[in-house]
């Protein structure tokens, strides 16, 4: 298997769990968030310290797990350095496609039980979060080469 398909393997397994970890700190997001008070029309009130981490964490554990993931994998492959680099590109372009996976996931949804002829939200649900991967994998795939190739390059590591 070549490095270039091998990369884009583990970057689209970490867009996997990078999506996934974004929707369960979504729902843990809002059962801590917004009691069920507040849900029937009750003013907002001043969100605790506990609240407030929880909403950093959103921001830093997905990023974080993609990050962990592509640098274990990639360390078999490529020297620290590149793998390192590869890894926090990841990391840092991945909330950028997140958004536009969510506005285009339920596209790709809907075309998806349109073209497999049911009208299942079972199936639409699993075309949604497919494409949101989809569109995390490829445009954090550019970044992360772009990253491995100027630290090789750049860096004066040995080739293999």
């Known amino acids: 298997m070549s490095r270039a398909l091998r990369l884009f393997m583990v970057i689209g397994q970490a867009a996997f769990l990078f999506t996934v970890a974004c929707f369960l700190l979504t729902i843990v997001l809002f ?21 407030a981490v929880t909403l950093m964490a959103f921001f830093v554990v997905p990023a974080a797990i993609g990050f962990w993931w592509i640098l274990r994998k990639l360390r078999a492959e490529y020297p620290w350095r590149q793998a390192i680099c590869a890894a926090t590109a990841f990391a840092v372009f991945s ?5 536009l996976g969510l506005a285009v996931g ?3 949804g809907g075309y998806s039980g349109f073209f497999l002829g049911t009208e299942s939200r079972l199936v639409a649900f699993a ?6 991967v989809v569109m995390v994998a490829v445009m954090t795939f550019v970044p992360s ?10 860096g004066g590591t040995p080739e293999e």
Do not use: D, F, Q, Y
């Not at 909330?95 to 958004?99: E, F, H, R, W």
């Open 127 to 132: 075309g949604a979060v497919l494409g949101i």
């Open 31 to 51: 059962m801590v968030l917004v009691p069920p008070g507040a849900r029937s029309g009750a003013p907002p009130r001043e969100p605790s310290v506990g609240e």
């Open 106 to 108: 339920p596209i790709v």
């Open 95 to 99: 909330p950028v496609p997140l958004i």
């Open 145 to 154: 080469v772009l990253a491995a190739w100027i630290t090789r390059h750049a």
